[in-house]
């Protein structure tokens, strides 16, 4: 899973990715884009190895990545990061909510509308491009596929209002438009990067409507995370901070994507998989390797409460709460799962 972190200039997308990634500058490279992998925290996986011990333990990974500036200017270097971010899977949208000197005071909700703008445009393009094809395909006898153009053009009559994708559920998960990548269809997350005395969402009059929104402040941020754990913990707590950015900007992430986790466990390896709600075992399984979906048998699932109430693996099966899945079970959150597969 990558999510890409766009915003205006200036609205502290470089502060972010430091203090969500812990990683500090490497000066002289910063027109380059950079790639941070964090872990996901889950106290489920830690509670699962302590019981297991396994040799490895392996919790779910969120890629965050920090579109480089380009080699060009104007609107060549705008184009570059759209097409840097169309293969992330959520956006994280950086809006500057903080003063400094000589800056203008902060318009966040203008700042957000102007991003929004842009994906919408940077769609539309898309959108009108493909149409045409179509059109002409149409013309020399190729008959499109009638799914297909129905969605375009409801594609169109939305952007066409400045209405981003991502308000259409149906539109924002289909698969036939999966190829497109829209932009303004993938989940979005803003942040709004505020200075570090504010805690607070913009008041409503500033606020974006429906749209997922958290605060940061990512300067207080990315210098903790470049704090020992003494000075971190003392500082927490004079800034009146409870969980670390990176925790909350996950979950909500997650969230926000549909996005959950079902567990492998063995002597071997505890290990927390990524896959979207609602997936079906069978494409959980291929979460895991290509054969096991192509060998599916059976699914045999526990649910994690399950486990914690019954004690033991051993002690669940007893009770009769492991079940035998087939391939269409819709796999829930913090299942944990032993595919029985051949190859
Ligand atoms: N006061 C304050 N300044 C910030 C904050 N985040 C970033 N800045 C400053 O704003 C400037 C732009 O930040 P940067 O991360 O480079 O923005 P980018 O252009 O979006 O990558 C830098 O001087 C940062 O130190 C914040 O939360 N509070
Ligand atoms: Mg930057």
Not at 107 to 125: H, R
Not at 278 to 302: C, M, Q, Y
């Amino acid at each position: 899973m990558r999510l890409g972190i766009i915003g205006l200039p200036q609205s502290g997308k470089t502060t972010v990715f430091e203090a969500l990634t812990q990683s500090a500058a490497a000066d002289g490279n910063r027109q380059e884009s950079r790639i941070g992998t964090i872990t996901v925290p889950d106290a489920r996986v830690d509670t699962l190895s302590a019981m297991y011990k396994p040799r490895k333990t392996i919790f779910a990974q969120v890629e965050y990545f920090l579109p480089g500036k380009g080699e060009h200017g104007g609107a060549k270097k705008d184009q570059s990061i759209w097409t840097q971010v169309r293969d992330c899977d959520a956006l994280i949208h950086v809006v500057r909510n903080f003063s400094g000197y000589g800056m203008e005071a902060p318009t966040p909700k203008a700042d957000a509308m102007a991003i929004d703008q842009e994906l919408i445009i940077s769609d539309l393009v898309v959108v009108e491009k493909r149409l045409e094809r179509l059109a002409l395909d149409e013309r020399r006898g190729k008959k499109p596929i009638p799914e297909e153009l129905t969605l375009l053009n409801r594609c169109k009559e939305a952007l066409d209002q400045e209405i981003p994708l991502r308000r259409f559920p149906d539109i924002a998960a289909a698969k036939i438009l999966r190829g497109y990548a829209f932009l303004s269809a993938k989940p979005m997350l803003i942040l709004f990067n505020n200075d570090d005395e504010n805690d607070d969402l913009p008041d409503a009059a500033h606020l974006p409507e429906d749209e997922a929104c958290m605060v940061i402040r990512a300067k207080l941020e990315q210098e903790l995370a470049q704090m020992s754990e003494d000075e971190a913990t003392e500082f927490l707590a004079e800034f009146n901070i409870t969980a670390s950015a990176t925790d909350r900007v996950v979950q909500r992430s997650y969230e926000l994507m549909g996005l959950m986790a079902f567990f492998t466990v063995g002597e071997d390896e505890v290990r927390a998989w990524t896959i979207a709600r609602d997936t079906d075992a069978v494409d959980a399984a291929e979460v895991i390797h290509s054969d096991i979906k192509k060998g599916f048998i059976r699914a045999e699932v526990l649910a994690y409460d399950d486990l914690m109430a019954a004690g033991s693996y051993a002690e669940a099966r007893k009770k009769g709460t492991v079940r035998l899945e087939g391939k269409t079970y819709k796999v829930l959150d913090g299942d944990i799962i032993n595919f029985r597969f051949n190859v």
